[in-house]
């Protein structure tokens, strides 16, 4: 039996749907027939001592610190285009499990106590991103307004912005979430966790790749760091994933809308 999606009208009589785990507000996926089975099968899922989770609000820099994380672990400056069905531990499907032959780099914006058990058990590091909740709100309209069907949002600026004061949108209230996490940072004092905020990443990548590296214990010599951050600017990245967009044309208007952006969204303010 699917589980329907969730739907609700904000204030303003805009429709807003979301894929509906319980107490855990998902995106719109077409591709997962029931929610709630998804956050059991994330929660049972087998993990490598040495993966790595980045986990934050949506639109705090996942697919950029995964790319990075990636990179410095591959010792590489190889891109890998994201996909959200092999990435993504909350949208991988139940017939695909990235195989376990070397270390993985997942990314999330499930909250701690939602991520595998293995990641207590098998002390796995954690990197949770945070970022200025104004930029957050924008990057995300940006997004959502450019999205069709069930996964976009037709209201204004405006509109939205109280949604997200009121009630927040995938992955529920912005400022629960942060307190979430940052409470059970607090209450696991023994688990690796390495807290990345977006602007440290803006305004010294390089610093900040040198920081990850230390964090995962990989050793990388620092012309690396400077190469990766060369590598991962937000408009090479844009770049380097439109023939990945052009595969999610029935979700965004044109390959030209979604991941990453300008890394700077004080515009609308």
């Given at each position: 039996m699917t589980n329907p999606l969730l739907e609700l009208k904000d204030r303003f009589g805009n429709t807003l749907y979301f894929g509906n785990g319980g107490d855990v507000r998902f995106a719109a996926s077409t591709w997962i027939p029931d929610f709630r089975q998804q956050l059991r099968m994330v929660k049972e899922m087998e993990l490598r001592h040495d993966d790595v989770i980045v986990a934050g609000y949506p639109k705090s820099g996942n697919h950029w610190h995964q790319q990075i994380i990636r990179m410095l672990i591959q010792n590489s400056t190889d891109y890998k285009p994201n996909t959200f069905t092999t990435e993504v531990l909350e949208y991988i499907p139940e017939s695909y499990r990235p195989p376990a032959t070397g270390p993985r780099v997942f990314f999330s914006h499930l909250l701690f106590?939602?991520?595998?058990?293995?990641?207590?058990?098998?002390?796995?590091?954690?990197?949770?991103?945070?970022?200025?909740?104004?930029?957050?709100?924008?990057?995300?309209?940006?997004?959502?307004?450019?999205?069709?069907?069930?996964?976009?949002?037709?209201?204004?600026?405006?509109?939205?912005?109280?949604?997200?004061?009121?009630?927040?949108?995938?992955?529920?209230?912005?400022?629960?979430?942060?307190?979430?996490?940052?409470?059970?940072?607090?209450?696991?004092?023994?688990?690796?966790?390495?807290?990345?905020?977006?602007?440290?990443?803006?305004?010294?990548?390089?610093?900040?790749?040198?920081?990850?590296?230390?964090?995962?214990g990989l050793d990388r010599d620092p012309d690396l760091w400077q190469a990766i951050a060369d590598t991962c600017t937000i408009s090479n990245m844009r770049a380097l994933e439109e023939k990945t967009l052009k595969s999610l044309d029935s979700v965004f208007h044109d390959s030209s809308a979604g991941i990453y952006r300008k890394g700077d969204d004080l515009r609308l303010w």
């Open positions: 106590r939602h991520l595998p058990r293995q990641v207590s058990q098998k002390k796995v590091k954690v990197v949770h991103l945070v970022r200025n909740p104004k930029d957050t709100f924008v990057s995300m309209y940006a997004q959502l307004s450019e999205m069709k069907n069930e996964m976009g949002y037709s209201g204004t600026w405006e509109q939205f912005f109280q949604v997200m004061l009121e009630w927040g949108f995938w992955h529920g209230d912005f400022f629960d979430h942060l307190l979430d996490w940052e409470e059970e940072i607090t209450a696991h004092p023994d688990h690796p966790f390495f807290v990345s905020p977006f602007e440290h990443m803006k305004r010294d990548p390089v610093g900040q790749i040198g920081k990850l590296d230390k964090f995962l």
